[in-house]
């Protein structure tokens, strides 16, 4: 069985696709923020029932993000408003997914903080993928097709986000090198040195 792999990242700097590219490569399943909100935004409007969302190659992972998507899970997931996040069973409900994750492996798991809650873990290899403003205002003009400047503000209400979620949460600051494996600085490795990195540490 392979370990399951965190990815914390620096929004726009190119970790959702490495991390798809290397989920592929590696034979293993894939799940970003996009993924969860699409299936917390289908819990909210079915009543908790996840019916017909299999893909055909899932191995289980819609099952666990049913099982655990609780009221509050789905609304600290769509709402704008971090006041919440501590909620217990929010908590509770993502200990427990990642948990269950992490004993099934084979997984490349982005964002949720997943390398704080499975920080003792050894079947677990924690990364952070990290880039220059300048590089990730110019990689969100390519990708969004926006302006610069939009860019940069779009850019600073996120990060200003994840550090609320975090110090919120799990009282913790996502760049502290301590909660990984490496960090790697996208801006200036390529995506398969940078790939071959992470491979090399599972």
Known sequence: MGKLITISRDYGCGALELSKVMAKGLGYEYLDNALIIDLAKKMK????????????????????????????????????????????????????????????????????????????RDDVVRIRLVAPMEYRKRFLVAKQKVSLVDAGHILAKKDKERVAYHNALFFSYFNDPTLYHATINLGVVPQDTAIGMIKALL
């Open 45 to 120: 409007t079915s009543e908790g029932e996840l019916k017909s969302y299999e893909d055909g190659t899932s191995i289980g992972l819609f099952k666990f993000i049913n099982r655990y998507m609780t009221d509050a899970l789905v609304k600290t997931i769509l709402g704008d408003d971090f006041s919440y996040v501590d909620d217990k069973s929010y908590k509770a409900a993502l200990e427990g997914f990642f948990s269950d994750l992490a004993d099934q492996g084979n997984v490349v798991a982005v964002g949720r903080a997943a390398q704080c809650i499975l920080g003792d």
